[in-house]
């Protein structure tokens, strides 16, 4: 493969932009190498600047489940931007938009949009701190929750990668109001409420991991946690930035049959435009400004742009009742294939996935926390990375990223992501 253009362009970006990215993991840091700059993408293709064509794994992030320049949807921005960018005004289409979301979702009354997944999980924890008046929170190392002050506390992919789990400019005040439970460790998080009763607002969790790898709940590991919530007057928030839309009409709730109190959304409910959302049940939502005492705006939340093109994803999923099997399908396909072909190679591993949520740990025991994903051989992950890049093939450049399948990719795609790790496990 040829870097070439890429490179240029990269060496061009980092003089005027910090490490020449605008988000830290695009920058290849935990691989190493250049990063590649894409040129345009389609369905579940990537096309760089130096001509090469990569079969798409990361997807956005996790916002592309139906693949890139999804038709229905960039027509709706098309459509939309005709008429104006941003009003500052309310517009109908919020309001479809926050039906459309509030019949999918369960447990949920109203919906406020905002601009990205970071927003949407700091105005959770502010709204559950406002509702509760307590000020504590509990949250999961390795869990990510966006880059606001609470949550830099052993957040997961990015920061793990750099090994610098605490950032330098979140104040000791901040962080002492955040707790660090341990993933699926209900013993560990009984303890925290034991020693800091009455203190604790909310519990926040992504109800499958996947700022850590993938990793799924251990049985009832969550519904342990909604009964605790109960006793102690503490709101559970489910982050699901990544599984919201993803994993089920309904999301994790709807999967594991687990009441959250508010929800976070963020990544497929923006259809790859710049949205993020909570949702509770009207008694919380009314705490809100302007209604309530809790404040919270955006210039541009609720976005026309943004709107129109989550309305087009979201429409789509609900209509088209074959969507989560089909991805799941697909995504147990690639799981068995890699297994059996890492296996054949003699390959140390482990596979993590639920539903189009998969990723591969180069690990020897089972990856349930983020101790065990720490475990996993980094170089082999690098080798992998780089080898499975000259066969045509991106997936996150780090060893804590999950991989989102879409469903744009077809089984010889898929055969094809099979054949090349084959490949490349021979000389791991
Ligand atoms: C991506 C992500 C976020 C942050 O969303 P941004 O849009 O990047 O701010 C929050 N929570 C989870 C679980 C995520 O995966």
């Given at each position: 493969m040829i870097y070439k253009r890429s490179s240029a362009l990269f060496s061009e970006a980092e003089r005027v932009i910090p490490g020449g990215v605008n988000s830290p993991v695009r920058a290849f840091k935990g691989v190493g190498g250049t990063p590649i700059f894409v040129k345009e993408a389609k369905g579940a293709y990537l096309f760089d600047e130096d001509g090469n064509t990569l079969i798409d794994y990361i997807n956005s992030?996790?916002?592309?489940?139906?693949?890139?320049?999804?038709?229905p949807v960039v027509n709706a921005v098309i459509e939309k931007a005709k008429k104006g960018t941003s009003f500052g005004m309310p517009t109908e289409i919020e309001t479809k938009i926050a039906e459309?979301?509030?019949s999918m979702v369960p447990h949920i009354d109203k919906i406020r949009f905002v601009n990205s997944g970071t927003e949407a999980c700091m105005s959770a924890v502010r709204l559950a701190r406002g509702f509760t008046k307590k000020d504590k929170i509990v949250k999961f190392s390795g869990c990510y929750h966006g880059h606001s002050d609470s949550f830099l506390i052993q957040a997961g992919s990015g920061a793990s990668t750099f090994g610098v789990p605490n950032s330098p400019g979140v104040t000791q005040g901040t962080a002492k109001d955040t707790?660090?439970?341990?993933?699926?460790?209900?013993?560990?998080?009984?303890?925290?409420?034991?020693?800091?009763?009455?203190?604790?607002?909310?519990?926040?969790?992504?109800?499958?991991?996947?700022?850590?790898g993938c990793i799924p709940p251990k049985d009832d590991f969550l519904k342990k946690l909604r009964t605790l919530c109960d006793a102690h007057n503490i709101l559970l928030i489910f982050d699901e930035v990544m599984t919201g839309f993803r994993l089920a009409k309904g999301g994790a709730q709807e999967l594991f049959d687990v009441k959250a109190d508010i929800v976070c959304f963020g990544k497929v409910i923006g259809g790859g435009l710049p949205v993020g959302a909570f949702a509770a049940r009207h008694e919380i939502m009314d705490y809100l400004a302007p209604i309530g005492p809790v404040y919270q705006a955006g210039t541009l939340s609720g976005n026309p742009l943004a709107m129109a093109a989550g309305l087009a994803m979201l429409t789509e999923l609900?209509?088209?009742?074959?969507?989560?099997?089909?991805l799941e399908e697909?995504?147990?396909?690639?799981?068995?294939?890699?297994?059996?072909?890492?296996?054949?190679?003699?390959?140390?591993?482990?596979?993590?996935r639920v539903g189009s949520m998969i990723s591969v740990h180069f690990a020897e025991d089972a990856v349930i926390d983020f101790d065990t994903a720490a475990n996993g051989n980094n170089d082999t992950f690098k080798a992998f990375f780089h080898g499975m890049l000259q066969q045509g093939i991106y997936i996150a450049p780090s060893a804590f990223e999950t991989w989102f399948i879409a469903d744009a990719l077809s089984y010889k795609d898929l055969d094809k992501t099979i054949s090349a790790v084959n490949h490349v496990a021979k000389s791991l």
């Open positions: 992030w996790g916002p592309m489940i139906l693949g890139h320049a999804y038709e459309l979301a509030v707790l660090l439970a341990k993933y699926n460790d209900i013993e560990n998080v009984k303890a925290l409420i034991a020693s800091n009763t009455d203190e604790i607002a909310c519990i926040i969790i992504e109800p499958v991991a996947g700022n850590m609900n209509t088209d009742a074959e969507i989560f099997n089909r697909k995504t147990s396909y690639l799981h068995k294939g890699m297994a059996k072909v890492l296996n054949d190679n003699n390959v140390v591993h482990t596979i993590n």
